[in-house]
């Protein structure tokens, strides 16, 4: 057997070993490069010898076996590692990391790229870009609404930086709460006065005392009363009710005059408004909400004043509110405020406010009614809507009132009150202000008034057989052949692959395996040189024969 051909054997190692090295110097060389897959090598024998053929066993002879030899060895493939790597965090929200099987799909110039760097950024155009080659992310970009269409047609990833929201009407209030079933109701019921006046004084001499009342939405009203005395144990008492600004009600309650007769000697109350002995005066008046008795005959007459009044024990009023911005057709915030008050058992007024600089409001109130376990029996009316209209030359509007239904919405269950809006559908003209992009690659928009819509989503792409992907240089990816059909998706929903924000996928080098693979490939670089070396040893010997 010649020599030749462990020369070309060792020939063979060295070459290939070379390229092993290769391979692992570009990987070292790789070790902090985003997303990039590290590679291996693998080797295979080739062509063997035959130096002489086996035989079968026979009758009277045993068989032999093949003898080869082999003549080298090649590369049998150069492989890459897609194991996932690690994270690095870098808050800027376009830097983008997949974690699972897919690739980011790119296009430049009508050419189609995949890769698994995410280190993007919007160019002037706002376009979502490769800024070290401008290819463009590929993905689904929203329609005005906010949807994003089904399917995975890919285009363009684009943001438009000066996208703007016009202004949204508030049409739609829905509200939380609890009313507090113990409440009291909150028009006054009983009106008492108790205390002295008295009686050295000179006729024509007042003696007066006042309360605060309040009708059933709240309202404050100040009751008076004067004591005038025209004669020995005889008084004139006259008593009215202002409102909050001392002018008289409408309808007006007084003011009133009847008659009040003393004992000389106990001064006790014997006659009041001609009734003896002196019953509480009945005054009701329904369109004011007012339903008290003005009940006097603790009053007696004596030798010091300390007259008083006292309203239903001085209790204050059942008044539950909540208020919520609301907004017209040009975008101007309002206030409203829901007020509710205890107008029976089981049974609440409920009315609407807002101050008169921002319009006119009609039809904003009802009532409320409530079953004995608290859930809700009525509203009237239902549903309830106020008309709203503003000023400045914005649109009138109607405003429904979603107080809920059962145990939805507004309850009256025993407990602290408090009634919140939970949502308005209204919103002020906004620019945008920023943007987030979750793990379903979903990029939405922050707009100034807080409200946020999706403007487009990324797809990502899957291969049966990704190590057949040709790498094109700058963390990019090419089809080629025994790839198969690439399978675009939406991240997480129909693949194992989700999007992470705000983060970078590092290379998935490991120098510590890359150096004893590095030692391996010296090694054998340095033996396949030694078999070299001896065959020359050889060889010469053979030529020094024929001196």
Do not use: C
């Not at 205390?195 to 100040?222: H, L, P, W």
């Not at 539950?320 to 058992?345: P, R």
């Amino acid at each position: 057997m010649s020599l030749i051909n462990s020369l070309f054997a060792g020939v063979s190692g060295i070459r290939n070993h070379q390229s092993m090295l290769d391979v692992i110097g570009n990987n070292i060389a790789n070790v902090n490069t985003i997303g990039y897959k590290g590679s291996r090598v693998t080797f295979s024998d080739t062509f063997n010898q035959f130096i002489r053929y086996g035989t079968n066993p026979t009758d009277t002879a045993g068989g032999t076996n093949t003898f080869q030899v082999g003549l080298g060895m090649k590369l049998n493939s150069v492989d890459r590692n897609w194991n996932q790597g690690t994270f690095e965090r870098t808050g800027i929200t376009t830097d983008l990391a997949l974690q699972g099987d897919g690739l980011f799909v790119l296009k430049k110039n009508g050419e189609t790229f995949y890769s698994r760097a995410g280190a993007f950024i919007f160019d002037a155009d706002g376009q979502l870009v490769n800024p070290q080659n401008g290819a463009i992310v590929q993905g689904k970009v929203a329609t005005e609404d906010g949807t994003v269409p089904s399917g995975n047609n890919l285009e363009n990833i684009t943001i438009d930086s000066n996208l703007r929201l016009p202004a949204v009407p508030t049409t739609d209030i829905s509200w939380d709460g609890n009313l507090d079933s113990t409440s009291s109701l909150t028009r006054s019921e009983e009106f008492n006065q108790t205390g002295n006046i008295k009686d050295t004084v000179a006729v024509g001499t007042a003696q007066d005392s006042e309360a605060k009342v309040y009708d059933e939405s709240g309202n404050e009203y100040t009751f008076k009363t004067s004591y005038v005395k025209t004669a020995d144990n005889n008084y004139d008492l006259t008593y009215e009710l202002v409102d909050d600004e001392g002018n008289p009600t409408v309808p007006a309650i007084g003011p009133t005059t009847v008659a009040a007769v003393f004992d000389p000697a106990s001064g006790e109350m014997t006659s009041l408004d001609g009734n003896n002995p002196p019953q509480a005066i009945q005054i009701a008046e329904s369109l004011l909400g007012l339903d008290f008795n003005f009940d006097a005959t603790g009053v007696k007459q004596g030798g010091t004043a300390t007259l008083s009044s006292l309203v239903d024990g001085n209790r204050k009023p059942t008044i539950v509110s909540g208020t919520v911005s609301i907004f017209d057709s040009l975008g101007n915030a309002h206030s409203m405020t829901l007020k509710f008050t205890k107008i029976d058992d089981n049974n609440w007024k409920w009315e609407t406010e807002m101050p008169s600089s921002s319009g006119t409001l009609s039809g904003n109130e009802g009532s409320i009614s409530f079953n004995a376990d608290g859930s809700i029996a009525n509203i009237a009316p239902n549903p309830a809507v106020n008309t709203f209209s503003p000023g400045g030359g914005a649109s009138e509007q109607n405003i429904e009132l979603n107080l809920g239904a059962a145990f939805e919405g507004i309850t009256q269950v025993s407990g602290s009150s408090v009634v919140s809006a939970a949502s308005q559908n209204g919103s002020a003209a906004a620019s945008l202000a920023n943007i987030s992009i979750d793990q379903y690659g979903y990029i939405e928009g922050v707009f100034t008034n807080g409200q946020s819509r999706k403007l487009a989503q990324i797809l990502i792409t899957t291969f049966p057989n990704r190590n057949a992907l040709t790498s094109v240089g700058e963390n990019m990816f090419r089809v080629s052949a025994n790839a198969g059909e690439p399978y675009v998706s939406e991240p997480g929903e129909s693949s194992n692959t989700t999007i992470q924000s705000g983060a970078l996928e590092q290379s998935n080098v490991d120098l510590s395996e890359e150096f004893t693979r590095m030692i391996v490939s010296q090694r054998g670089f340095q033996a396949n040189s030694r078999v070299i070396t001896v065959s020359d040893t050889l060889l010469q010997e053979i030529t020094n024969l024929v001196r």
